[in-house]
Structure formats: structure tokens, C-alpha cells
């Protein structure tokens, strides 16, 4: 699916995250949006439940909350990935695709984090709305335990039981490497996470495990399935906050999109949002 936030994800699980804005620059990029009245808002192609064909989903509710709170309408534009996040931030913030697809005022959906911001010297990442986890979703007639704890333990019954995986994700990638790779003939890979959970439903897995939103969401309507929260030991990265990126000039409209998002949290939107799509909200 989205393979360069896998990659992404996989790359920053050795790393600590971090919620500091860069100093600011002068710009003038929010007066020229006021002017024109629309916010131009990236989000990504065919990843629900956070952006769906329409302009539906929970990315393009709170971009247009945020427009809202801006004074214009909001103008949701979908992106399909790049090869990573890097190539996201250019095609989609800071210079456009070649292909001829415009840059976007903002992107939505970016790890917070300091060590992609370093690597991104023309983006501004900021304004955390939601922290993002991984998740696991189990039959329990095959998996009676919670999967918590020290992973030769809690993962010792797919030595046994196949379980299903996105493709290139930070789930495929932990659990081909744990345990010495003992479950590796019993990782099933899959285009989507909504693959997966229907295979789950038809008894090709006994589980799956992927980010919590979308594996939420791909369950929706199965029976006798159980969602728990993860935790292993040897996964140094189980969560992290999602946020967005403007050009790292716009200043000022980044202090805009900050202050509307702050208080969209504060007044519970984004809660609501989440909860009118049926899917936990984690407040980062």
C-alpha cells in the first residue's frame, strides 16, 4: 500500500521522536491562501480510514476543520506515495511531481519526528493531532493469549499459527527479524491490511498486526475477533505522533495550522472525527 511510510516507520524504530517546532521564518504563504480562500491539503490515495476517494476520511475531516478555523475552504488533493517519505515531502510540500502535479499549503499525515525533519531541510513538520500504533487483531479460538510482553512468549503461538502483515511495514519487518526469524514461515504478506483481515475472516490467519487505525477499520462488521493493544519488548518503536508539513518558509501559516489544531484537540474535533469513523483516538 503506502510502502514509503513503511519505510519510514521501519527506519525510525530505532530512533526517539520529538514535537519541536523549528524557528520560524518570515513568509507570506498564508496571506496568498486567505486571499484565494482554499487550502490546498495533501493527503494519500487509497489509505483508509484516513483518506478515501471523495475527499472522505479522517485526514481530509480535519484538514477541513482546520480550514474552517482558517477563515477558507478546504481543497483535499490525493497523492499517490512515492518510493519514501522523502519524495512524499517533495512531490507533495515543497516542489511538486514531476509528472506536473502541483505542491500542496500542507500535508497531513507526517511522523513527527526530528530525524526526518533533519532530513527534510525544506519542510517544517509540526502539529501533532494523533498518535498512531500498532495493533494486533486475533482469532482467539487459535490465539487464546494477549500479544504483550517478551515477544519469544507472547509470539511463540505463530510458531505454530500464521498471521498476516502488510507488505514492507514495520509489522512484516519486526516479525521477520524476531526471534531469530523462527516466524517467518508463518508471515502471511499482503497488499493492504484489509487483505489481511479478510484472509483472517476466512481462516487463511489466525491474526494480523498493523497500525491500529487502519487494522480497526478493516475489521469493521467480523465477529468474534479480538483487537488488543501491542507491546514487545524488542520493538523499540510502537507508536508515533502524526502531524503535518508546510514549505519551511510558510511560517506563518504553520503557526496558523498549529493554533487551529490546538484547538480543534482542545474542543474535541479530532476526537469526534475519530469517533465518527469508528476509530480509537489516541491524543499525542
Not at 26 to 35: S, T
Not at 228 to 238: N, V
Request: proline share 4%; with cysteine.
Amino acid at each position: 500500500m503506502k510502502n514509503n511510510r513503511r519505510l519510514c516507520l521501519k527506519a525510525l524504530a530505532l530512533l526517539p521522536f520529538a514535537g519541536t517546532l523549528p524557528a520560524m521564518a518570515e513568509e507570506e504563504g498564508l496571506e496568498a491562501i486567505r486571499k484565494r480562500g482554499r487550502l490546498r491539503v495533501a493527503v494519500y490515495n487509497d489509505f483508509p480510514p484516513y483518506a478515501m476517494a471523495g475527499g472522505k476520511g479522517i485526514d481530509a475531516d480535519i484538514a477541513r476543520a482546520i480550514a474552517a478555523k482558517l477563515g477558507v475552504s478546504a481543497e483535499i488533493v490525493g497523492y499517490n506515495a512515492g518510493e519514501d517519505m522523502n519524495d512524499d515531502l517533495r512531490n507533495m510540500v515543497w516542489k511538486g511531481h514531476y509528472l506536473g502535479t502541483l505542491p500542496s499549503d500542507v500535508m497531513m499525515h507526517v511522523p513527527v519526528d526530528e530525524h526526518l525533519a533533519r532530513a527534510n531541510d525544506k519542510v517544517r513538520i509540526f502539529g501533532t493531532y494523533h498518535r498512531e500504533t500498532l495493533a494486533m487483531a486475533r482469532n482467539p479460538e487459535r490465539v487464546p493469549k494477549a500479544p504483550v510482553g517478551s515477544a519469544a512468549v507472547a509470539l511463540e503461538v505463530f510458531t505454530r499459527e500464521k498471521i498476516g502483515v502488510e507488505g514492507t511495514s514495520l509489522a512484516d519487518s519486526f516479525l521477520l527479524s524476531v526471534m531469530n526469524g523462527r516466524l517467518r514461515e508463518n508471515v502471511v504478506h499482503f497488499k493492504t491490511v484489509a487483505e489481511a483481515a479478510q484472509a483472517m475472516a476466512e481462516g487463511k490467519v489466525s491474526a494480523v498486526l498493523a497500525q491500529r487505525a487502519e487494522l480497526e477499520d478493516a475489521i469493521k462488521g467480523q465477529t468474534g475477533v479480538v483487537l488488543d493493544a501491542t507491546k514487545f519488548g524488542e520493538l523499540k518503536l510502537d507508536s508515533w505522533p502524526l502531524g503535518m508539513a508546510v514549505k519551511v518558509e510558510d511560517a506563518a501559516l504553520a503557526e496558523a495550522l498549529g493554533s487551529a489544531i490546538a484547538d480543534l484537540k482542545r474542543d474535541g474535533t479530532i476526537a469526534s472525527i475519530f469517533k465518527n469513523h469508528g476509530i480509537t483516538y489516541l491524543a499525542s
